[in-house]
Structures are given as structure tokens and as C-alpha cells.
């Protein structure tokens, strides 16, 4: 069995425990691709590369970028308890209250600003470093609950799972050994001391991360968020289309308990399968839902020309839900330059060929949602329940 680590004596609030410091990486013995199944490597560096290429071939990749990340966001809050959905989230952004607490909403949101954040970080040339990754996540936890010391690697002991160190399922490193394993961890995402293929160093990140937990709150959404960085920083994916978290949250406790696996039984091999798994059907889904979308907005074009008189407007109507799903009468009339009766009028017929559906059963002040695109896009995010192990 290959050891991933060591444990180290340690002693908190008069209590003794064992934490576990992880080894360097790469792994040593080196991975075994025989075992991982070199075929399945070769699968996932080809879904990937299909998925990147489909941006190149959208009409305006900004707006699927914009659904995507936001989907990812959900996505990777809701495994760690989040019950926001994603018209949730839309109409948070237009500072309407969702049938949600406040709280899970800007946890999303927040998300969406670390994610946004580390992008153009990244494409200015900045470097995926720990001084980056401290910046995404205090922008993270910007509004996080408690005290989470946003953008500061923990100076106390964190465990994972039960009331104390002494009967948790993992304890991370002690707060004195982060520096020295996020420094290590930096130097592997760098290529030192040996060049590792993109997934799998993605892969082997990841799990680093999570044995290393560097802060208080928020590791989990923090070390899926290095996945993307990861892959978009190294060429992997022009943009973050990769809704990886799907995966993740629909194989949850399989997700926990390969991370554990690794640190018990250094199965490196079998939690790299897990994750190509992964990024195969996600990046599979992803095309799905691009091909899916690209046919909606056909289609809805081709319905809209019988409007007769009315179809210019709605035509400039229909582009503008499609970069905001949720919208009134009087944002779309400002953005687009038109009178409030002329967008009024061409909502009223689109929703009368069902495109859009009025969402407050009010005579003022109405919401308008793209409900077939946000239906399509929104699959897989429903929020679940679940105790968060982050």
C-alpha cells in the first residue's frame, strides 16, 4: 500500500489527537497508468478537447459562459448544503428575495465573484499561486457565516466530521504544517520537481487540497474552484464550460469517500479513474446541453417570426433573455432602447406561444422568465439535503 502521509501528535483544547500531514506530490511510487487505464485518460483529454471546441462555434460564448458558471456555483455550494436553486439565483441578481434563506443565495453569488475573479486574474497573466488562491477565497467567504478569516490560511486545528478531533472521521494537517504543504502544493501545480499532464494533476490537486483544508470555512468550494483555475490557466478550456461539481453532487458520497480512500489506502489510481469518469460525462453533458440550447433559441426564433408586425421587437426581446433569463419590462425596455409598450406587448406574445412565463401574477411590476432555457440549463442543479462535509 503506498503511503500518502504521516500523522503528527497534536493537542487542542487539552485534548490529544493524530492529524495527518500528506506527503509532496507526485505520488511516490508514481501513479500506476496501467491501473488507472490509460484509454480512459485519453477519453476524458478528448471530451475535454470536444467541449472546448464547441466555444469557438457558439454565437456569443459570453452567454453561455454566463448559465454555466452560474450552473457550477449552484452546483458545488449545494454539496456542501446550499437549497438554492437557479431562479434563485437569477432573481437574487436582480435583488428580488427568492424563497430561499438570504444566506445560501449569496453564498452562490459569491461564488460566481470568486470565480469571476480568479478568471481574469489568470488571463492578466497573474500566476495560479497561494497568493491567488487566498484572494479567490476572500472573495469566496466576502459574506461568509461566522468568523472564517476570508482570504487567511487557518491558524487553528479544523477536523472533519464528528464533535472533536479525538472521534472525527479526518483531521487535517495542524495549523503550523499549512505553510509548508500549501508551499509544496504550489511548487506541484508549477510543474516541480516533474511535469504532470493537466487532468491529472487536476486530480491530484484536488484531493491535496482537501487533506491539506489551509482554512477555516470554505475549503471545498475553494478546491473545486482550483479545478477550473487549473485547467483554464494550462489551455485545458478556453473558458469555464466544465460543470465538473455535477459529477461530484450526483456521486457525492462516493466524492468523500475516495478522498478518505487516498489518505488511508494511498489509492491514488482509483480516485483518478473516479475523477476522468467524471470529467468525460460532465463534459459530455456539457456538449448535450450547448446542443440542446443552440435548437431552444432556433426554435424559438423560427415561432417568433410568425409574430407577424410584432416580430422585430420580439426578436430583439428574445436576444436580450437569452443573457438575462429573468427580466421586467422596464430593464429590457432601458437595455434595448425600446418604448415600454413596444416590450410589454412583445413579452405578452411570447408568452403567449409559451416562451415566457410571467412569474408574479401581478399587474405592475411583473417578471418575465425564460422558462424553457432555464429549465434546460438548470438540470442537475435542484438544490438536495445533506449534512455538509466540507
Request: charged content about 25%.
Amino acid at each position: 500500500m503506498r503511503t500518502t502521509g504521516h500523522s503528527v501528535r497534536a493537542t487542542t483544547a487539552g485534548e490529544g489527537f493524530h492529524a495527518f500531514v500528506p506527503a509532496p506530490l507526485p505520488p511516490d511510487p508514481p501513479l500506476d497508468l496501467v491501473a488507472i487505464d490509460a484509454d480512459l485518460l485519453e477519453r476524458a483529454n478528448r471530451a475535454l478537447g470536444r467541449l472546448d471546441a464547441v466555444t469557438a462555434l457558439l454565437p456569443d460564448v459570453k452567454l453561455f459562459v454566463y448559465g454555466y458558471v452560474r450552473k457550477e456555483a449552484l452546483l458545488s455550494s449545494q454539496i456542501e448544503g446550499t437549497q438554492s436553486s437557479l431562479a434563485d439565483l437569477l432573481l437574487a441578481e436582480r435583488d428580488e428575495a427568492p424563497g430561499v434563506p438570504l444566506e445560501d443565495v449569496r453564498e452562490v453569488s459569491d461564488y460566481v465573484a470568486a470565480l469571476e475573479h480568479g478568471l481574469a486574474r489568470l488571463r492578466g497573466g497573474f500566476p495560479l499561486s497561494l497568493r491567488l488562491i487566498r484572494e479567490i477565497h476572500a472573495v469566496l467567504l466576502q459574506r461568509g457565516r461566522g468568523h472564517a478569516d476570508p482570504g487567511e490560511f487557518r491558524r487553528s486545528q479544523v477536523w472533519l466530521g464528528g464533535s472533536r478531533p479525538g472521534n472525527a472521521r479526518f483531521v487535517p494537517p495542524p495549523a503550523d504544517r499549512v505553510p509548508d504543504c500549501m508551499g509544496a502544493l504550489e511548487k506541484f501545480l508549477h510543474d516541480d520537481p516533474v511535469k504532470t499532464p493537466t487532468l491529472l494533476k487536476a486530480a491530484l490537486a484536488h484531493v491535496q487540497f482537501e487533506t491539506i483544508h489551509p482554512f477555516l470555512d470554505g475549503n471545498g468550494r475553494a478546491g473545486r474552484l482550483l479545478i477550473t483555475f487549473l485547467l483554464c490557466a494550462e489551455g485545458a478550456l478556453s473558458e469555464p464550460i466544465l460543470y465538473l461539481s455535477l459529477w461530484f453532487k450526483t456521486h457525492r458520497m462516493d466524492y468523500y469517500d475516495w478522498l478518505q480512500r487516498v489518505r488511508t489506502h494511498g489509492d491514488w489510481e482509483g480516485w483518478v479513474r473516479f475523477f476522468l469518469q467524471g470529467v468525460i460525462e460532465t463534459a459530455e453533458e456539457g456538449l448535450d446541453t450547448t446542443r440542446r440550447i443552440l435548437a431552444l433559441f432556433d426554435q424559438d426564433r423560427r415561432r417568433i417570426e410568425t409574430f407577424g408586425r410584432g416580430a422585430a421587437s420580439a426578436f430583439r426581446v428574445h436576444e436580450y433573455i437569452q443573457r438575462r433569463p429573468i427580466t421586467s419590462i422596464g430593464d429590457a425596455a432601458r437595455a434595448l432602447d425600446l418604448t415600454f409598450p413596444t416590450v410589454s406587448a412583445a413579452l405578452e406574445r411570447m408568452a403567449g406561444a409559451g416562451l415566457v412565463r410571467e412569474l408574479t401574477g401581478k399587474g405592475r411590476n411583473r417578471l418575465f422568465a425564460y422558462q424553457p432555457y432555464i429549465d434546460v440549463l438548470g438540470e442537475g442543479a435542484e438544490p438536495i439535503r445533506q449534512t455538509s462535509q466540507e
